[in-house]
């Protein structure tokens, strides 16, 4: 008994000293390694081995037979809208990648805010696809609906430059329900590869594009035909007015390999389901852009990235809680730079949500914002009783050493006013007589946030004057601040990828200046940790375990 008892003293003190900090990391390895078996079992497919004995689908294009290929556009999805013949391929070499432009009628019904479909026929040559049993075929939309953006004016003259170099155009108001584009890319694949598939394991994703024919004991796979939706992209969409009779259209064709076929359709089917979950056009295209624009190689990498961002981002909104949490002095910390932090957080995040930009990008500023909204709680101690709905705020008193800290903190703030507020003031006013906006608020949201990114990072300069007063770093909280900085490093790989725009991208940059000055101050007053504190406690100190009972 007396065995059993140390055994489970033991196993609890195993369970206490795993950290939860520990435990997600460990579940984070996990989910990356699951990840990459089932991103490789995705892309590695184990061919047939007819001598096995096995029932093998053999290609169809085996053969070499003559193709033709046939481009329709058609009111209807089904088929029966009275087809229109776009292009024509009598002799359709699938081998030989090509790009044409052709000019599509727009029918009324699609001026009219409706929807045309195209269907890429593949068939024997010199057969009506219509009639020929061995085609095969696929429905695409080459309309899309997005809600237009609002036109920009400067505000002063509320004239807009481009009517000024082109005065046939009419002001109008843009409406707020989503409105046709038009698609002005068709990009198609075919699978070339000479592949074998067992068919008692057909895999699913690729099964769905495979239409399968039967020769007595002999089975054939037509060629697999791969309309390629992620390279629609929001930059290529053409607004469909009411005038408009045609349209350019480019149509793209190359072979793809087997692997690159299933990881399409995975990727694919995984931007239409964001899409159902309430995705606008513009977050899914962010999504298209890393696949499409980059190389698998590069596209691996970015996964490894991503995932890492997002793991630094959690432990650095755990420990950055954490610390705050059990703050309870603001002695050596700047609350002017805490209070700034959270006045920059927000206006960032108004003009993230002010210029449309990825949800990637804007969730977590919304959360970062909300966090540093609770910081300002903290730092000044405030608590906020309601009474029925009005407010009433009451503040905590401050010591000796945080009165000092404090008198610090105004020096520094003084010195760059004297900076800082002209720069602000001037470029807002340059701005407003230069630069066009779609409304006052827009030209307010812009002017701060240009000051937060170009100017904000002279915000951080009180916490370094009150370090160097102090000639401490101990009071700041370094986990946090270095899953910070590991994520500001991942941030400029992310600047290259994702877009956002220019002063966002621009700032990542200026974020490493200034953790690099934290990093030096961290060497420059190396912590003491067996120095006791004003407060009597030692870094170097464990906490007293509780008794237990024998």
């Known amino acids: 008994m007396f065995n059993c008892c140390v055994r489970s003293q033991k196993t609890n003190g195993m369970f206490q000293k795993t950290s939860f900090t520990t435990l997600i990391i460990g579940v984070f390895v996990v989910y990356v390694l699951h990840t990459c078996w089932v991103m490789y079992g995705i892309v590695y497919t184990k061919p047939c081995d007819e001598s096995s004995g096995v029932h093998c689908v053999t290609p169809y294009l085996a053969k070499k037979p003559r193709l033709q290929l046939s481009i329709y556009t058609s009111l209807k999805a089904t088929g029966d809208g009275n087809p229109n013949l776009i292009l024509n391929i009598e002799d359709f070499d699938i081998h030989s990648k090509f790009e044409r432009k052709v000019n599509v009628s727009i029918p009324k019904k699609t001026r009219n805010n409706g929807t ?32 237009l953006k609002p036109q920009e004016v400067n505000l002063i003259s509320g004239e807009d430059p481009t009517q000024q170099s082109e005065p046939h155009r009419k002001t109008t108001n843009v409406p707020d329900r989503p409105v046709a584009h038009w698609r002005s890319r068709l990009t198609f694949n075919i699978m070339a590869d000479d592949f074998s598939f067992d068919g008692e394991s057909l895999p699913g994703d690729v099964h769905r594009y495979m239409k399968i024919l039967q020769y007595g004991k002999k089975v054939q796979y037509l060629p697999i035909l791969f309309v390629d939706l992620l390279s629609n992209r929001v930059k290529d969409l053409m607004v469909i007015n009411s005038s408009t009779t045609e349209l350019p259209l480019t149509v793209s064709y190359d072979t793809i390999s087997l692997g690159k076929l299933r990881f399409w359709i995975h990727m694919q089917d995984a931007v239409y389901s964001l899409q159902q979950f309430g995705f606008t056009e513009k977050d899914a295209d962010e999504i298209k852009g890393i696949f499409v624009d980059t190389n698998l190689y590069f596209l691996a990498l970015t996964f490894v990235v991503a995932a890492f961002h997002l793991l630094f981002d959690f432990l650095a909104f755990k420990n950055d809680i954490s610390f705050w949490k059990k703050k309870k002095s603001m002695v050596g910390m700047s609350s002017k730079a805490v209070l700034w932090r959270c006045f920059s957080t927000i206006v960032i995040f108004l003009y993230l949500l002010d210029e449309q930009t990825s949800m990637l990008i804007l969730i977590p500023a919304g959360v970062g ?182």
């Open 116 to 147: 045309l479909y195209t269907y890429v026929f593949v068939h024997q040559a010199g057969v009506s696809p219509w009639h020929d049993n061995k085609e095969v075929h696929l429905v695409a939309q080459l309309t899309s609906y997005m809600v």
């Open 369 to 550: 914002s909300i966090i540093e909204v609770w910081k300002v709680k903290k730092a000044f101690k405030m608590q906020i009783h309601w009474h029925g709905l009005k407010p009433t705020f009451k503040f905590g008193t401050s010591d000796e050493s945080e009165r000092r800290t404090e008198a610090y903190d105004t020096q520094a703030m003084k010195y760059l006013s004297y900076l800082l507020y002209p720069l602000c003031i001037g470029g807002a006013g340059y701005s407003l007589v230069y630069v066009k906006y779609k409304s006052w608020y827009s030209w307010l949201i812009n002017s701060l946030v240009n000051g937060v990114y170009a100017f904000g990072f002279l915000f951080m300069l009180p916490q370094l004057f009150v370090n160097y007063k102090f000639k401490s770093v101990a009071h700041l909280p370094w986990k946090a601040f270095m899953y910070k900085a590991f994520n500001t490093f991942i941030d400029d790989v992310f600047a290259f990828i994702i877009t956002m725009p220019t002063s966002h991208r621009l700032a990542c940059f200026r974020d490493d200046v200034v953790f690099l000055g934290y990093l030096y101050q961290r060497w420059l007053y190396p912590v003491d940790k067996s120095r006791v504190n004003e407060y009597g406690e030692s870094y170097d100190e464990k906490p007293k375990g509780k008794p237990h009972k024998d």
